[in-house]
């Protein structure tokens, strides 16, 4: 039982690059969360997804595309990266029903 | 909209003394959980203590505690017997009790002096 699994941990990127950052839970969870997290600013939610097939913008979507195909993977794209995108990255997950979620451990994006 | 503030940016506490971190929050609704979360330099984030808003009994985990007072919408975070591992940046966060995802507060940075 691995978790919520994020990867990269690490990334540098340069403007105008896409990525992907990956985010897989393994607990059968419908819930699952992305937020970045900036100094001062605590976490605020990118995208969510209560179930699989269905997505929803949070308080800072923009500059950011989700997809959920199945219920394990939640994967969040940077069509364009900019320097106003170097954050650190959680993934989060919840089981229907239950109070709390579990995050990933993170990715660090850097943008130059 | 559901606000968290966190009016505390930085707190300082002696090894072995008590500590509050402050929280208010708010919402209309009447269904919701609240939590306090750990975020050593790990980066990793650790729940500390939750609480249910139905339950008018303050929530305790061994040295945490909450103080929770919901007419006035307030949920501090007190941390008894300060040990050095204490030592990290505390969210405050709410979930709104039916498709609620998490709001966080900015953060209370915790130094703990030995």
């Known amino acids: 039982n691995a978790g919520v699994t994020q990867t990269p941990k690490f990334q540098v990127l340069k403007t105008g690059q896409s990525m992907t950052l990956q985010c897989a839970q393994d607990m059968n969870h419908e819930y699952m969360s992305w937020y970045r997290q900036d100094p001062g600013m605590g976490l605020r939610l990118i995208h969510y997804s209560v179930g699989a097939g269905i997505t929803d913008q949070g308080e800072v979507p923009n500059g950011y595309n989700v997809s959920r195909s199945t219920t394990e993977d939640f994967p969040l794209r940077l069509l364009s990266a900019a320097p106003s995108q170097t954050s650190v990255y959680f993934c989060?997950?919840?089981?229907?029903?239950?109070?709390?979620?579990?995050f990933g451990s993170g990715t660090r994006l850097t943008v130059v | 909209a559901q606000t968290v503030t966190q009016s505390q940016p930085e707190m300082s506490v002696q090894e072995a003394e008590t500590v509050t971190l402050s929280c208010t929050y708010d919402t209309s609704e009447s269904d919701y959980y609240l939590f306090w979360y750990k975020q050593p330099p790990s980066r990793q984030m650790i729940l500390v203590i939750r609480q249910e808003a139905y339950k008018q009994q303050n929530a305790t985990e061994n040295r945490f505690s909450v103080n929770f007072q919901k007419a006035a919408k307030s949920f501090s975070l007190k941390i008894s017997d300060s040990q050095l591992g204490d030592a990290a940046m505390y969210f405050c966060a709410y979930r709104g009790g039916s498709q609620g995802n998490l709001i966080f507060g900015k953060g209370t940075k915790l130094s703990v002096k030995p």
């Open positions: 989060a997950s919840r089981k229907e029903g239950y109070y709390g979620y579990t």
